[in-house]
């Protein structure tokens, strides 16, 4: 997918139909390069309200209007401070696209704190993993930025307020909107490039998409040498050229998603485009409105389970070593467990030699004595220079420490194995992590287990505050007969639907024997064999899907009623223990199951 400078070109002109002269009413910063100003464009523009998402994330960089809000943390970062400060309730006067950079500036004009009329700029640079979003003042000195760049990360240009504010170099690309004929056609003469990787080399904003739809619409070879084309070829494809920059000028897109079909029936995209893509006519062709509604559509899950796993990261990361740890130290609790396991052996010698003590000779290495347990003959190993009392001694000793060794030990690979349950199930809830009030919930979890330090305060690292988010909310179903179900995402929500949301009388599933999550079917009053085999069946199937079993073909749920499910004092979140219990199989699907508003 080519996020180049001729998708922002129909990305600029779309958002200049819809939000200039509009007011900005609202500014969320919903994530730490993430900005989304809500505003409300003029009556001739259609009125309302639109949200712009405005995302200068390293790998994903983005810019439409979206649909649907996002949360956003309870204490707004400074950045999105600063902006409100500034351009709420401001005036949108100009959407600006510099030839085809992948920069879009959009310049607000507001009220100072004196009333005079002022004007600051938000530029959007949408560069891949140097991506940023920059506010800079009516002079070109920057304000503030999402992320700075001192010196130390960047010896080209520096972002930092005070600063003064400059493109980045275009490495001497062309510009495609101001080339004559006569330059392009001198271009293909002197370069000894292939065609397809000349045009995307020579000119700002083109992609190796472009390239190749170049190629296809003048009917070129894409791999030939530019300077071994013939005088035709050339021409022609100097005519596709101006027809594309044409129709870029005068703002003629038609954003398309090219789909290639798999073998279950299900179009996978290939590629998008702000223009019919004659180079993938033998692809499955949908059409959008407009590009942003396009992108909308394709970045909105991928964006999100993008910015989750790189939010996520540190999170598994240290997880992953905490269960390998405590994996290793179970193993070698459980090995030193099984030794002591021979402990009765030294309890015997003793004995034994205590009552035959008196037979055996002085300085003997061994002795063969009647075991009154079995009836048979022992050898009892000796110590030549002990008598045969201390022999008995030494016997005693050993068995009565490994005996508190096995006591200790008894409760230590408890101990872990709780521990490794409860890393396990959050190694899966992190999985399940929506968004960011997921994520901190986890973090509270792993905080008040102590299995990770909690920061001091509410300040992160680098002394600034962290922000709070709205509190995680468990998974709301509904069952074919209109029963609520509820699913834990993580361990504290566990533990919050099955016993404080769920009552006595309603149902409880969970995976057998694996990690998952709590599962409650809110029945009560109606009793077990009042409820249809559908809604038993969707319950079972949300347990199976939320549980580490959800590759299978079927897994194994045990279910019951909640007030048979105890949770033991001092037990860590999420664990709880039952001693009677249903079982039925659970199918991993829920494409058919009701999701609650």
Same mark, same amino acid.
């Given at each position: ?9 129909? /990305?600029?002109?779309?958002?200049? *139909? ?23 464009? *003029? ?8 949200? /712009?998402?405005?995302? @200068?994330? @390293? ?7 979206? @649909? ?9 970062? @400074? ?6 400060? !500034? ?6 006067? $100009? ?10 500036? +959009? ?28 506010? +800079? ?27 003064? &504010? ?60 530019? $300077? ?6 050339? &021409? ?40 019919? /893509? ?12 407009? =590009? ?10 991928? $964006? ?18 905490? /269960? ?48 009154? !347990? ?27 420490? =490994? ?43 792993? *905080? ?80 077990? *064999? ?28 045990? !279910? ?21 219990? &249903? ?15």
């Amino acid at each position: 997918m080519a996020f180049n400078g001729i998708t922002i070109a129909c /990305l600029r002109h779309e958002i200049e *139909e819809k939000i200039l002269g509009g007011r900005i009413s609202r500014i969320a910063q919903t994530d730490k390069d993430e900005i989304i100003l809500t505003i409300k464009p *003029e009556m001739q523009r259609g009125g309302g309200q639109v949200r /712009l998402l405005l995302c @200068a994330d @390293a790998s994903l960089p983005l810019c439409c209007f979206i @649909a649907e809000n996002r949360p956003s943390p309870v204490q707004a970062p @400074a950045f999105c401070m600063l902006l409100r400060k !500034y351009l709420q309730g401001g005036k949108i006067t $100009s959407v600006v696209q510099p030839g085809l950079e992948r920069v879009i500036r +959009i310049e607000v004009e507001h009220l100072d704190e004196m009333g005079d009329l002022c004007r600051h700029t938000l530029v959007l640079e949408l560069m891949g993993k140097y991506s940023n979003l920059i506010f +800079i003042d009516q002079n070109g000195v920057i304000v503030d930025s999402i992320r700075r760049v001192s010196a130390v990360m960047s010896s080209v240009r520096e972002v930092l307020p005070g600063r003064p &504010y400059f493109l980045p170099e275009t490495q001497d690309k062309r510009d495609a909107l101001s080339e004559t004929g006569a330059g392009f056609i001198s271009l293909l003469n002197t370069s000894p490039l292939p065609v397809s990787s000349l045009l995307p080399k020579s000119y700002t904003g083109f992609s190796s998409v472009t390239g190749f739809e170049l190629c296809a619409r003048a009917g070129i070879d894409p791999d030939r040498q530019a $300077s071994a084309l013939s005088h035709d070829e050339k &021409y022609a494809l100097q005519g596709a050229f101006a027809s594309l920059v044409s129709d870029i000028r005068n703002a003629h897109f038609s954003p398309s998603v090219y789909s290639r079909v798999k073998e279950d029936s299900r179009p996978v995209p290939k590629e998008y485009s702000a223009f019919r /893509l004659v180079s993938y006519r033998d692809l499955v062709l949908t059409e959008y409105d407009s =590009m942003s509604s396009l992108l909308d559509a394709y970045y909105a899950e991928k $964006s999100r389970d993008t910015r989750i796993r790189q939010k996520t990261t540190n999170l598994r990361h240290t997880v992953q070593v905490l /269960l390998e740890r405590d994996i290793h130290k179970y193993d070698l609790q459980m090995k030193q467990l099984k030794d002591t396991e021979k402990r009765d052996k030294y309890r015997i010698y003793g004995e034994l030699l205590h009552a035959y003590g008196y037979s055996v000779p002085e300085g003997a290495s061994c002795a063969v004595l009647d075991n009154y !347990y079995t009836g048979e003959k022992t050898s009892v190993p000796l110590d030549k220079t002990k008598t045969a009392a201390q022999n008995a001694q030494k016997y005693f000793d050993k068995y009565n420490k =490994m005996k508190r060794t096995a006591e200790a030990l008894s409760e230590l690979t408890e101990e872990t194995k709780a521990e490794i349950d409860q890393l396990q199930n959050i190694e899966m809830s992190l999985s399940l992590s929506a968004d960011e009030s997921d994520i901190a919930q986890i973090r509270e979890e792993l *905080e008040k287990s102590g299995l990770i330090h909690r920061s001091a305060g509410n300040e992160n690292a680098h002394g600034a505050r962290k922000p709070r988010f709205p509190k995680s909310a468990p998974f709301h179903f509904i069952s074919s007969s209109g029963y609520d179900i509820y699913v834990g995402k993580n361990n504290l929500q566990n533990d919050e639907i099955t016993f404080h949301v769920a009552n006595g009388g309603d149902l409880w599933f969970h995976a057998k024997k694996i990690p998952g999550s709590h599962v409650v079917l809110r029945s009560a009053p109606a009793k077990m *064999e009042d409820i249809p085999d559908k809604d038993f069946e969707e319950a079972a199937s949300l347990a199976a899907y939320y549980s580490s079993g959800r590759s299978q073909s079927k897994v194994e749920i045990d !279910y019951l009623y909640r007030r048979d499910v105890k949770k033991p004092g001092g037990s860590r979140p999420g664990f709880v223990v039952y001693y009677t219990n &249903y079982s039925m199989m659970g199918v991993p699907d829920i494409s058919g199951i009701q999701k609650a508003d």
